[in-house]
């Protein structure tokens, strides 16, 4: 239950807020001085934590829609002004992505989860029918396998054009789960699905011929970048599905505006992932690199993803009453 205090507290910083779009709306953010930029920004902040509060009384609708507002105008003139500034670039890769992500993790595991229990039910059913990979893979792929050969050879030999494929295959299947996610949700836990289901068939059709090892030590450098970023992809689209079906106190249209934009943030968030694991599935997967290099290589670069999506910029909570 929201106090009255803490709106009485709360209400002169959003008319400050206010003032400063409104300043910028007649003036353009030339007008503003540094010290309004940081102060239009630390606002902007607190009350996106504000909203958050807000929204979890029923009673505060009214002053839910009016925050939201001034969130979606914040956002715009923030971004809008800094788009073509090398400094905002960084400063989204290094402060509001991270926060983006945390703030919405639940999301994202949920993706991996559905794509976790389709991989293990792929798994189950070619361990239970070998005949089951042969729908899935088609029949090339599976002669493949049987003989123990890795189909990935090909991209040793043209790795900068089979880099350039595999980034945009990468891309188009995370812009596809996350734009999928207006279909509440149904299309984007679709594609989690499926490739999930396709990981765990192709996990259990080279385990059944003896290449396990020959598989996750091509999958591992760039998978442990290429999977999260999918997950995120998901998580992205899922986040789209909640503001669409569960709009909460705010009008449906508003719910899912503020949905899109966390959203795309969390995409855009992939895109240099996704880059990087096509440079590695290109140039260092496929190679004959001792496979103890290949998983230590691996775990690196999880652990630094990790240290980043969950480590980076922690802004100080700011105390309310």
Not at 19 to 26: E, I, M, P, R, V
Not at 269 to 275: E, M
């Amino acid at each position: 239950m929201i106090s009255t205090r803490w709106l009485e507290k709360r209400k002169p910083h959003w008319s400050k807020l206010e003032a400063l779009l409104n300043q910028s709306a007649k003036g353009g953010l030339k007008s503003l001085s540094r010290s309004d930029l940081q102060e239009l920004s630390l606002l902007y902040r607190q009350t996106a934590a504000d909203l958050a509060a807000i929204r979890e009384d029923p009673g505060s609708v009214h002053f839910a829609r009016y925050v939201n507002q001034l969130l979606v105008r914040a956002h715009n003139t923030i971004y809008s002004g800094r788009i073509a500034s090398p400094m905002a670039l960084f400063s989204f890769f290094w402060d509001t992505y991270p926060a983006a992500f945390r703030r919405n993790v639940k999301h994202c595991l949920l993706a991996t989860l559905i794509f976790a229990i389709s991989g293990l039910v792929g798994a189950v059913l070619t361990y239970q029918n070998p005949d089951f990979k042969v729908k899935l893979l088609g029949p090339q792929m599976v002669e493949t396998i049987e003989k123990r050969e890795m189909w990935t050879h090909s991209i040793v030999g043209i790795k900068p054009l089979a880099s350039s494929a595999i980034m945009t295959n990468n891309m188009s299947v995370g812009f596809s789960t996350f734009a999928l996610g207006i279909t509440a949700g149904l299309g984007t836990i679709y594609m989690m699905a499926f490739n999930g289901l396709l990981i765990g068939v192709i996990g259990m059709a080279c385990w059944l011929s003896g290449m396990s090892v020959q598989l996750w030590s091509f999958v591992a450098p760039h998978g442990v970048l290429e999977l999260p970023a999918i997950f995120i992809a998901g998580g992205a689209g899922l986040r789209i599905a909640q503001g669409l079906l569960f709009p909460g106190v705010l009008p449906r249209r508003d719910s899912l505006a503020q949905a899109g934009l966390e959203a795309v943030q969390l995409l855009l968030g992939t895109i240099p992932i996704l880059i990087v694991a096509g440079l590695i599935e290109a140039f260092v997967s496929p190679t004959g690199l001792p496979v103890p290099l290949k998983f230590s290589l691996a775990a690196a670069l999880f652990v630094l993803l990790g240290s980043y999506l969950f480590g980076m910029s922690r802004q100080p909570s700011q105390t309310q009453s």
